[in-house]
């Protein structure tokens, strides 16, 4: 599911909370993150944090390589916590200069990241630190101070 998609799929999912009486996170869906500079590998948790070769298996049931799906959950302060569907409980995590996993809390913001559409894809920054998760093509993810012009800090 594209974030397009996503955004319209979480309008609908917010309206619907709104009509019902729910307040608190709202869950957008599934997505993988795919690295800009390097477009056949995604964000993934199978050895650690890290970028990985992805790529879309009917075998596997019709879903991406293990490790690189991610759960996009709105909070309420509008930013997202994304918890990786293959460690379930644990989500995204930063601070200035690393990226890893821990176990998720909605009220955490450093678990909370702002998913900034730009001319090059997604940048997701930190809703504390205000640094944007970086990746190499060594396959390191980090964050860093955001560079709109950095496509290694883009996510499609």
Not at 44 to 69: A, I, K, P
Not at 136 to 143: D, E, H, K, L
């Amino acid at each position: 599911m594209n974030k397009t998609v996503s955004r319209t799929l979480m309008t609908g999912l917010v309206a619907l909370a709104t009509v019902i009486g729910l307040s608190g996170t709202a869950f957008a869906g599934t997505v993988t993150w795919t690295h800009k500079s390097q477009t056949s590998y995604c964000l993934s948790v199978t050895s650690g944090l890290h970028t990985t070769q992805c790529y879309w298996s009917s075998g596997m049931g019709g879903n991406y390589t293990d490790g690189v799906t991610w759960n996009d959950i709105q909070q309420g302060d509008g930013a997202w916590l994304q918890s990786n569907i293959n460690h379930p409980g644990n989500c995204l995590d930063g601070n200035y200069g690393q990226a890893y996993l821990n176990p998720c809390s909605s009220g955490n913001n450093w678990q909370h990241w702002w998913e900034n559409s730009t001319t090059n894809g997604w940048m997701l920054v930190s809703a504390q630190t205000n640094y944007a998760l970086d990746a190499n093509n060594s396959g390191s993810v980090y964050t860093n101070p955001p560079q709109d012009g950095n496509v290694y800090q883009h996510w499609i």
